[in-house]
Structure formats: C-alpha cells, structure tokens
T-cell receptor, first 112, second 114 residues
Framework: QKEVEQDPGPLSVPEGAIVSLNCTYS??????FMWYRQYSRKGPELLMY????GNKEDGRFTAQVDKSSKYISLFIRDSQPSDSATYLC????????????FGAGTRLFVKA | DADVTQTPRNRITKTGKRIMLECSQT?????MYWYRQDPGLGLRLIYY???????NKGEISDGYSVSRQAQAKFSLSLESAIPNQTALYFC?????????????FGEGSWLTVV
C-alpha cells in the first residue's frame, strides 16, 4: 500500500463548478500537508500549506485536513479554465523537503 | 529567469549511453533534490543534498549518481541509460527554515531512452 493515495483522474468539470480533490494517507506521523499545482510542461508549485488538522482558505481555494480519518481535501470554488492542471497532494512528518511524500496527482480539466 | 534551471529540457538517448542532467539555482538554498515523475507514481526522490559535501540516496537511487559541484549546482547522471529510466526529471530546492515546507521545482527535463 502506498503511503499516500490520490485518484489520478482525469476530472472534467464545467466552468464555475466546485471541485473537490482528495488524498488519503496511512502514516499517522504526517503533520504537514501541502497541495502543489502543476501546469503542463512545468514544474509543480506550492498552492496551499496546512499544519495539522483544520481548514485553510485562500481566495477560491480551501484546504481541509482530517487527521482522524487520514484524509485531506482541496476545494476549488468557481473553477476557471486557468485552473486546468495536475494537483498533487504532499505531506511530511517534519520540516525539510527530503521527508515529503507526494501523491500521484489528479489531472483537472475545467471546460469553458 | 527561473529560480531553478535545468538543462537539457528534452533529450533522447540510446540504451547504454551516459547522460547528465544539470541543475542550477539562484535561490541561495543549501538543500537540493532530484526527483523523477512517472504517470500514476507521482514524484519520487532520487537523491538529495544538504550542502556541497553532503549527498544522500533517496527512494530510487539505483542506476543514478549525482554531483554537487557548488551550492548552486547539482547534476544527475545516468551512467548506462535503460528504457525504464524514460521519465520526467525535476531538480528542486528548499529552505528548512521557510514556513510551508515549500519545495521549489525546476521546469523539468524530459528524458527518453530508446
């Protein structure tokens, strides 16, 4: 079993839809939870960062962490064609990039 | 200009050939990484380096070697390339004191081994 499981999609939604992206994990030591966005032929870029459980909102994006269920989510409100990308969840037990485990990524297409 | 620059961006090579991927960064970070990305498998760590004199194996180091020539330069070599090393390779950096655990990636190097 992988430490981090993420449905690769693809997920196709109409413009304006609410998008829900999810990951599950098995390592209860994970404390830091991240979402990276990767456009085609580009490197991933950090989109959201959350420490421990709870919600974090940034504009149209909301990250949720439920440590009791070992489940994290990223919600995108009022989705736009420019949101079309691959979204990778990532998590680690401590600081330092070498400890970060990435999900496989979910490809999202937002149709105009 | 990108903070993390990789060369070449695309390369096709033959089985058994030696290939080097180069990376340079302008972020001033001590920590540098090489990742491999495959469909369905996500990003997997090949090697990482905390400073010029420090090299550490990651999850999938077999068949790869690295060299940290300077704080800003970290290269990845495939001594004898094989087809299952066909993948997208990313160089990255991070600062452990930076809130957010951010890893900064280059734009990637597409490597095809035929």
């Amino acid at each position: 079993q992988k430490e981090v499981e993420q449905d690769p999609g693809p997920l196709s939604v109409p413009e304006g839809a609410i998008v829900s992206l999810n990951c599950t994990y098995s390592n209860s030591a994970f404390q830091y939870f991240m979402w990276y966005r990767q456009y085609s032929r580009k490197g991933p870029e950090l989109l959201m960062y959350t420490y421990s459980s709870g919600n974090k909102e940034d504009g149209r994006f909301t990250a949720q962490v439920d440590k009791s269920s070992k489940y994290i989510s990223l919600f995108i409100r009022d989705s736009q064609p420019s949101d079309s990308a691959t979204y990778l969840c990532a998590m680690s037990a401590g600081t330092g990039g070498f400890k970060t485990i990435f999900g496989a990524g979910t490809r999202l297409f937002v149709k105009a | 200009d990108a903070d993390v620059t990789q060369t070449p961006r695309n390369r096709i090579t033959k089985t058994g050939k030696r290939i080097m991927l180069e990376c340079s960064q302008t972020k001033g970070h001590d920590r540098m990484y090489w990742y491999r990305q495959d469909p369905g498998l996500g990003l997997r760590l090949i090697y990482y380096s905390f400073d010029v004199k420090d090299i550490n194996k990651g999850e999938i180091s077999d068949g790869y070697s690295v060299s940290r020539q300077a704080q800003a330069k970290f290269s990845l070599s495939l001594e004898s390339a094989i087809p299952n090393q066909t993948a997208l390779y990313f160089c990255a950096t991070s600062d452990p004191t930076e809130i957010g655990n951010t890893i900064y990636f280059g734009e990637g190097s597409w490597l095809t081994v035929v």
